[in-house]
């Protein structure tokens, strides 16, 4: 049986990031030959791996050397600045809105066309909406400078509409082995395996769609394949958990209770109460999902 990805050569910028290794697995598994890029400066422990391309999303022509030395036959764009609270704002939009077109510029040169070029938006995008559920239809309205300049990116990239085969993605909350812990997920997981007696967290009155890392990589890899061009899916389980169904269920796993203390520095002000997806769309597009249960997903993190 022939591979999907066989004789194929994919570029995945943000390949040494959390959902790049998952990428990665994904398509070498599938056949493909993967190529990435990496931030510049060196990785503590990590020696640069084949197929690795240190370069800087801004740097536009060492970006348009790495595009042209590889020569993509699909493209995961990954390559973000990925927390919503980080720092530095205009690095924010330097990265995730000017280091995109730097790279769709550098794709539009070659001579040829990539088949798919999949665009990782986010979920965060659709801000505080008053829908339970979330389609792709609901109107954004963006609640931070991360979302503001994850949905710049989404209307810049389309310029390159007619050049390129473009395909939006807007994952919502997804975890796994790996993600740091200034992350909420792996930050719960963590105290657990410690066997920490508390925890500090922020408002405990939120809902999220916790997907697992695996799925959303196999979810990418299929849209890869099946190339819907120009068109947006969420990328979520399409069920809500709040923290505290969270906390219960860490509890069952390590068996023990934590004690909560809420920190009201860790309370954003302009949290986004829900975010729950519809997937709908996206498994029209690819087939079934079958989502990682998160009791399953939350397991392997914590017996990893």
Not at 9 to 35: D, H, M, P
Not at 122 to 134: F, H, L
Not at 173 to 183: A, H, I
Request: hydrophobic letters at 45%; proline letters at 5%; glycine letters at 8%.
């Amino acid at each position: 049986m022939m591979l999907e990805g066989a004789g194929k050569r994919a570029l995945i910028t943000g390949l040494s990031g959390f959902t790049g290794y998952y990428v990665a697995e994904e398509l070498r598994a599938a056949g493909y030959q993967v190529y990435g890029t990496v931030t510049p400066g060196p990785a503590p422990g990590r020696a640069a791996a084949e197929g690795e391309f240190a370069v800087d999303l801004n740097d536009r022509a060492a970006l348009a050397q790495v595009v042209q030395q590889v020569q993509p036959d699909v493209v995961v764009h990954l390559a973000a600045i990925a927390f919503v609270a980080h720092g530095d704002v205009e690095q924010i939009y330097r990265v995730n809105v000017i280091g995109t077109r730097n790279l769709l510029e550098a794709l539009a040169a070659q001579p040829q066309r990539p088949s798919a070029v999949l665009l990782a938006s986010s979920a965060n995008i659709y801000g505080n909406t008053e829908v339970g559920v979330i389609d792709e239809s609901v109107p954004a309205a963006p609640a931070n400078d991360y979302a503001v300049s994850k949905l710049s990116m989404e209307y810049m990239a389309r310029l390159w509409q007619d050049k390129l085969p473009l395909i939006f993605v807007r994952p919502f909350n997804y975890t796994g082995v790996g993600q740091q812990e200034n992350f909420l997920l792996p930050k719960i997981v963590g105290h657990f395996r410690r066997q920490a007696s508390e925890i500090e967290l922020g408002n405990l009155h939120v809902w999220r769609d916790f997907s697992d890392v695996r799925m959303v990589a196999r979810s990418y890899r299929r849209l890869l394949a099946a190339a819907p061009v120009g068109q947006t899916f969420n990328v979520c389980s399409g069920q809500g958990w709040s923290l505290g169904e969270v906390l219960d269920m860490m509890g069952e796993i390590a068996g023990y209770k934590i004690n909560v203390r809420v920190n009201p520095a860790f309370v954003r002000a302009n949290e986004v109460v829900r975010l729950v997806g519809d997937n709908a769309r996206l498994s029209a597009a690819i087939g079934a999902l079958e989502p990682v249960p998160l009791a399953d997903t939350l397991r392997w993190m914590y017996t990893a």
